[in-house]
């Protein structure tokens, strides 16, 4: 452990923020071609581009409101919006990390923080990334179910990426009904994974981590069966996360009437970002950034005109990452700012 001074330890909190700071503004800089805006902006019928936004502003309230529900089913709590902040931040993780691996971490953190026990931090975290998990495969499953024949005859190039995102969230899934039903069950496939591993050499000093895995497992299992009991909750959440993923897939509808087109009506268009997202869900770049536009090309190629695909993919972009991104970011390096005042506020109290 580092003993660090009162000093140093702003320093590096502050530090953090900026790094934030100049994340967000790289990836916006580096990545997003400005110069597309004022011709789009003659060419687009503007009053999809506001619904698309509005949209994408539910789609973000809707998870502070799940969030709500998660916190308040395990521990009440009085901060002010703090539901709209851990939202805020898991969004912004999720796309500027690989895999969206950064988001539960920071979250569990912050609700720490903000005087959430760790514990209940943890369950809650792991109750919504669940609850997402389930709903979004089940959804995405049964779109994929009954579009099938035009997934193989008209899309056979993502086929096999749609196939490996649909292995890995049910794999995922299976996983996660496991842990519920068998947690020991979980914790003897995990040892002998990792068992196969260390004598292989892939990977050194695994089996020191087996304690750690094992506390997960139970945490896991125990967050899952608490929430499970709470059928009001849980019932709630299921339907809101259900119209918060409708509300997100229905964004390339937006875009594909912001250009005044017709002959794919919203359910066309609502499959096919379906499709969209589960090609890219296995590609590990945070936010998906490229994969998510080529994928586009792919998919939507005869659904946009040659002339104008290119700036329904640059629309796209901005609704699904970019648009995100900023508004997220803010938030989120705001919450970090809140949250050193509160730590360095409860350190002056105890000196």
Do not use: W
Request: glycine share 4%.
């Amino acid at each position: 452990m580092l003993n660090l001074t009162k000093s140093k330890k702003i320093y590096l909190q502050y530090s953090f923020l900026l790094l934030l700071i100049f994340i967000t503004v790289y990836l916006v800089s580096t990545t997003l071609d400005i110069t597309l805006i004022p011709t789009i902006i003659k060419l687009v019928d503007k009053k999809f581009i506001l619904i698309g936004l509005l949209l994408m502003i539910i789609y973000i309230l809707l998870e502070s409101i799940i969030i709500n529900i998660l916190i308040n089913a395990i521990q009440k709590t009085e901060v002010k919006y703090l539901s709209l902040k851990i939202a805020m931040m898991g969004f912004y993780y999720n796309l500027v990390t690989p895999f969206a691996s950064g988001s539960q971490p920071m979250q569990i953190y912050a609700l720490n923080k903000y005087g959430v026990d760790l514990s209940k931090s943890t369950a809650t975290v792991i109750n919504k990334t669940v609850l997402f998990q389930i709903v979004v495969t089940i959804y995405c499953a049964v779109i994929i179910f009954f579009n099938i024949e035009l997934l193989v005859n008209d899309l056979p190039s993502i086929l096999i990426l749609i196939s490996i995102g649909m292995i890995m969230n049910v794999v995922s899934l299976l996983g996660g009904i496991l842990i519920v039903l068998s947690p020991n069950t979980m914790k003897n496939i995990i040892k002998i994974g990792i068992n196969i591993l260390c004598k292989l050499k892939i990977f050194k000093s695994l089996d020191k981590k087996i304690y750690t895995i094992n506390k997960f497992i139970d945490e896991y299992s125990y967050s899952i069966k608490l929430f499970i009991k709470n059928k009001k909750a849980l019932c709630f959440s299921i339907i809101l996360t259900i119209i918060q993923l409708t509300i997100f897939f229905s964004i390339s509808y937006c875009i594909y009437k912001s250009f005044r087109l017709n002959g794919f009506n919203f359910f066309n268009m609502l499959t096919l970002q379906v499709f969209l997202y589960m090609s890219v869900s296995p590609i590990p770049t945070p936010g998906n950034v490229g994969a998510n536009e080529i994928a586009f090309f792919t998919i939507f190629a005869k659904v946009f005109p040659k002339d104008i695909i290119g700036y329904s993919v640059f629309l796209y972009s901005i609704f699904a990452y970019y648009f995100l991104v900023i508004i997220c970011g803010f938030f989120t390096i705001h919450t970090h700012y809140d949250m050193n005042k509160i730590v360095n506020k409860n350190k002056n109290y105890n000196i």
